[in-house]
């Protein structure tokens, strides 16, 4: 998916004024699984920290927009599992 069509995607989770739950951090995790990117809104009252919010999710922040993010599901292997390392 390219960066334009990021515009084209609607929030699938938006973020009140109890800003950022484990709840909430639980769902980003599950929409991520199934969709791969999701977009987050949060209200102007609220205070939020993009990248603390994709580091809990497991998630890589892809843009950030006034009040909205885009996360994507992390790939790639983990680390030690490779036996070709050695």
Known sequence: MSRESFQ????????GKRGITNVM???IRRQL????I???RWLRN???DPEEIAASA????LEVRGRTLVLAERRGRSL???SRNI
């Open 8 to 15: 084209d995607l609607k929030p699938t989770i938006w973020v």
């Open 58 to 61: 497991g998630a890589v922040l």
């Open 38 to 40: 999701v977009k987050v």
């Open 33 to 36: 699984k199934d969709r791969k």
């Open 80 to 82: 030690g599992r490779d």
């Open 25 to 27: 951090i639980d769902e």
């Open 46 to 48: 609220t205070e939020i």
